[in-house]
């Protein structure tokens, strides 16, 4: 399907909703195709290779004062004229609407980065070829992971006369090595397959998996932490879902502050979709930004749609999503600046010491090397969210925990239980360094990455072990 072909669909679905539904009628459209692939591996073996090619239109309408949303795939015209009517069906049924933000008006979208065309046409021996690397680099420990390249068209239309199209790709690759029960991971997220190294990968799984063997059972308490980059990815995914979203604080239920001091000024976050290769626009045909959350501290902003927008008496930053009525804006390409000068310390002085052999690299054992005694985590997940207004979450480590001792990662420890308020430990002192490396992490959800140094923070609460 071409980018005219796309628009075109768009734009008759438009025009199919006008002629049932009247001039008054107001609507949008978002006809998307996306190629997605996976090549899948466990026990050391590729076992499944799949893709799919799928166009999907959605489709929402406001008429009579009320708002509906409707999708399909079927892209016929009998197909798009069955949308449309039971959209407009829906719409006669649906509730009052008061807070309806009109159409975006006709405005020029971004010019977003080139794709790359080898990765929205790869070959699954390409994506093989990667897995393969990765097996052999682990030294014949079992390994499981997978490797992926998405790629997607999208073309937006709305009966204020709005049009755009764009095209996004993106690599990905997420693989474990294990050792006696003991797992090690590694996972990047890339505009390009070819920067993804499954051998560097397979390694660090390999290593980390080595150095994890025989934890010890540490008691609960709070620790001085160093996170790496995939532990600092929950991190953002939460303060963006919770704390920077429009919806929520009008409803008061986020933490953010703009204009204030909320976090330590080595924090600066910014989303940035078009830095990658990303749609230039989102749901509502709004272009797509750079907007600085948090700089060097200070909460600057949360992300708006333009309903959210329209209550903050604001404008649109591009976070609309499908559903968006339901959850609200969300950033979804979310970066944590890191050290500008190599790894540093908070009071501005590049940290030394000791490197922490094999389980990291010299970034983060640049952190390492300035504590006295805390934790190195690898991995942050099952995290939920206890109360959404401070964001105190509760979650386990997985992936490698290791007691860290004058500096030194002296021995694995067992995985272990949290309960913390994620804007209180990247809060005023609270962050003692940042790497100088920023590595971006994938999200369940192609065309969705968190990138992030590691993080060396003060205090983190365990409660208990994995158990409890």
């Known amino acids: 399907m071409s980018a005219r072909s796309e628009l075109e669909l768009a734009g008759q679905v438009v025009e199919l909703v006008r002629r049932a539904g009247g001039p008054a009628v107001q609507a949008e459209v978002v006809v998307t195709r996306a190629d997605l692939a996976l090549t899948r591996f466990a026990n050391s073996a590729v076992h499944q290779n799949v893709s799919e090619s799928t166009v999907g239109v959605r489709l929402r309408v406001h008429a009579d004062g009320r708002t509906v949303a409707g999708s399909g795939s079927i892209v016929t ?16 049924l649906g509730p009052l609407d008061p807070g309806w933000p009109g ?17 929205a046409y790869a070959e699954p021996d390409q994506r093989a070829d990667r897995v393969g690397a990765f097996v052999a680099a682990a030294g014949g420990l079992t390994t499981a992971g997978y490797c992926r390249t998405a790629h997607r068209s999208s073309a937006f239309a709305n009966s204020a006369g709005h049009s755009a199209y764009g095209r996004s790709a993106e690599a990905a690759m997420d693989g474990i090595a294990r050792r006696d029960g003991a797992d090690g991971v590694a996972r990047r997220s890339a505009d390009r397959l070819s920067d993804l190294d499954g051998a560097q990968l397979g390694a660090h799984a390999a290593a980390k998996a080595q150095a994890a063997a025989d934890p010890v059972e540490l008691p609960p308490g709070r620790y001085e932490v160093v996170f790496e980059p995939a532990a600092v990815a929950d991190l953002l995914q939460n303060l963006c879902w919770y704390g920077f979203n429009g919806k929520r604080y009008a409803e008061r239920q986020s933490f953010a502050e703009p204009g204030a001091a909320q976090f330590d000024r080595l924090v600066t976050l910014v989303d940035d979709p078009l830095g990658a290769s990303g749609l230039p626009f989102d749901a509502e045909g709004t272009g797509r930004r750079a907007v600085t959350f948090v700089d060097e501290g200070t909460t600057l902003a949360v992300a708006h749609d333009r309903r959210t927008a329209a209550e903050a008496g604001a404008e649109s930053t591009g976070h609309a999503i499908a559903g968006g009525a339901a959850w609200g804006p969300m950033a979804r390409n979310v970066r944590l600046a890191a050290a500008a000068a190599g790894p540093m310390s908070a009071t501005g002085r590049n940290t030394t ?28 997940w099952y995290t939920r969210v206890l109360d959404p207004k401070s964001l105190v979450v509760t979650g386990l480590t997985r992936n490698g925990v290791w007691l860290i001792e004058d500096g030194t990662v002296v021995r694995a420890v067992r995985d272990l239980r949290f309960t913390e308020s994620y804007p209180r430990a990247l809060g005023p002192g609270a962050v003692l360094g940042l790497g100088s490396e920023t590595v971006r992490q994938p999200d369940r959800v192609d065309g969705a990455w968190w990138a992030a140094p590691s993080v060396r923070l003060a205090s983190w609460h365990f409660t208990g072990g994995a158990s409890g």
């Open 77 to 92: 015209s009998d197909g798009l004229q069955a949308l449309v009517e039971r959209t407009l069906a829906a719409a006669r």
């Open 103 to 119: 159409l975006a008006p006709p405005t020029p979208a971004p010019v977003a980065p080139p794709v790359d065309e080898a990765t």
């Open 353 to 380: 010491g000791s490197a922490a052999g094999a389980v990291v690299d010299a970034d983060t054992a640049a952190l390492v090397a300035g504590v006295r005694r805390g934790l190195l985590v690898t991995d942050l």
